[in-house]
């Protein structure tokens, strides 16, 4: 019983953590984000001429949608502002990304495995379950509690 009560003191407490852990997960994530984008605009024919040597329908049209969800991601992300909404598209990116490129190369980030893209798909979905958090847009703008 006295450790079912310090520790349900200590999960109390541990919860005025949770809303800058959300920040800084989200702040992480999109500066995660920011680079591929930023690659992928910077050279939009070569990415399309990619997908499209990978087999990917539309290549070009994707291109330009992967590129843009990743810089909205990147914005939204980071003001925590539509959190939820834009997990849900972001998630599809790394969906692809893992079947169209890392599957094959296995688990492991050193050999270009799907590590990093399942590890941002899980925080993606941590953002679509709980919301952005109190230092959010999304807060200010909608109340929105998590």
């Known amino acids: ?13 541990s919860e005025y953590g949770k809303s ?6 989200r ?6 984000f920011y680079e591929p984008a930023m ?4 050279d939009i024919g070569s990415v399309a001429e990619w997908f499209g040597s ?3 329908p539309f290549p070009t049209l994707n291109a330009y949608m992967a590129a843009s ?3 909205l991601g990147v914005v939204l992300l980071t ?3 539509l959190t939820r909404a834009i997990s849900i598209p972001l998630i599809v990116v790394m969906i692809v990304a893992i079947v169209t490129v890392h599957l094959p190369h296995g688990f492991s980030a050193g050999d270009n495995g799907f590590e990093i893209p399942l590890y941002y798909m ?3 979905l941590v953002f679509f379950s709980h919301g952005a958090g109190k230092f959010s847009l999304d807060r200010f703008i909608f109340g929105e509690k998590s």
């Open 1 to 13: 019983m006295l450790f079912k009560n310090i520790y349900m003191e200590f999960s109390r407490l």
């Open 20 to 25: 800058l852990a959300l920040l800084f997960a």
């Open 27 to 32: 702040i992480i994530v999109a500066y995660g």
């Open 39 to 42: 690659m992928k605009w910077k």
């Open 54 to 56: 990978m087999g990917i």
């Open 69 to 71: 969800t990743e810089v």
């Open 79 to 81: 003001l925590g502002l």
């Open 122 to 124: 899980l925080f993606l």
